[in-house]
């Protein structure tokens, strides 16, 4: 189920544009500051309701205009499923599938699972466990039902034992011990799906990736649940109750999990160069989308900004090979469309060029 079609509207320098990408591989080029970024952006916008370069969406709206807003078609075999969103400036959104109002950001997230991939991703590794938990559940919204009901019945327990912690009202340790039982049953299933999906995600990762990567063939990939593996949940917030109350938060579960990354023992940010981290993030997201398209029948979108930055030659030709192996649609963005032939190269997909400039499309 590939983007077919893409047109946008007063979104950053784009007064009007429209798209007909193909299921392949499409090369947006241009001068910086031309509108090659925000293609990618509105794409990414489609599906998660919120940019990946900033939060303050009145600076994506274009000048004196009142919102943005961005239409797509999904296409699967003869099937197509017309999606749009739009934002004001007073903040309001409206969202359609279909030509049907839909209030719900996840059920355009449930059509278009989208990865980015721009100079920033690294704080995959240099990040707080905050990005690699939303890197793990991404892939976790769109291959187990459950998780998103879980995910958000869980933060509204969450929620209620944090305010009950800071506001510390008449009895209130009973009223967590209330509270506590149901925010254990959700934390335990939330994290029996993180490790089944970590070790269909690990198997995915070794078989695939490691006859491309030699890096990454010593790689071990550590879960941390969000408390101590040997003690239960329940003990761990008995344990942290006194802590808890002072801070008035709550320290231990999934709202805590991480993962990490390392090499007999040291963590791969502290050993890798750029380059081979870059590799390792390219690895990584290349994982989950196939993954998603394995255990579905959606086909991801993965969105690559600047893909030539901080990438020699021999690292290009990687990435390739890397990237031949991922069915997804994919979106790459660069300068100059040269820049990135020797990715191109090994991937033996259909290939569509896009040549913006101020904002505008430049037909050849």
Known sequence: MSLSHLS????????????????????????????????????????????????????????????????????????????????????????????????????????????????????????????????LDLGLFHVEHEFFYLWQSFNKVLKQRNALLKSKPKNYFDQIKFWDKEFVRLAEQINKLRLAYIARFQSHFFDKM?????????????????????????????????????????????????????????????????????????????TQNSLIELETDKQSILLIDDLPSELGEDTKEKVGQLLSHCRSQIFISSILSESISAVVEPMKRELKMFHVKHGNLITR
């Open 210 to 286: 490691c006859a491309e990567l030699s890096l990454i063939r010593d790689i071990n990939i550590q879960f941390n649940a969000g408390w101590k593996d040997d003690e239960s949940l329940a003990d761990a917030l008995e344990k942290n109750f006194e802590r808890d109350s002072r801070q008035g938060f709550t320290s231990k579960g999934p709202h805590k999990a991480d993962f990490n990354f390392s090499v007999d023992g040291n963590s791969v940010e502290n050993i890798f160069s750029r380059g081979q981290l870059k590799l390792l993030l390219y690895a990584l997201k290349v």
């Open 8 to 135: 946008l509207k007063y979104f950053r320098n784009i007064e009007a544009l429209t798209l007909e990408p193909v299921d392949g591989v499409n090369i947006i080029y241009g001068a910086n500051g031309s509108g090659k970024t925000s293609l990618l952006e509105a794409i990414y916008y489609l599906s998660h309701g919120k940019s990946f370069r900033t939060p303050k969406h009145k600076s994506i709206i274009s000048h004196q205009q009142s919102q943005f807003i961005i239409h797509g078609r999904k296409t699967l075999h003869d099937l197509s499923i017309p999606i749009g969103i739009s934002k004001s400036q007073s903040g309001d959104t409206q969202l359609k599938i279909q030509g049907k109002a839909s209030r719900k950001v996840s059920d355009l997230a449930q059509l278009m699972p989208v990865q980015v991939i721009t100079p920033e991703s690294y704080s995959l590794f240099f990040g707080g466990p905050k990005e690699r938990r939303k890197f």
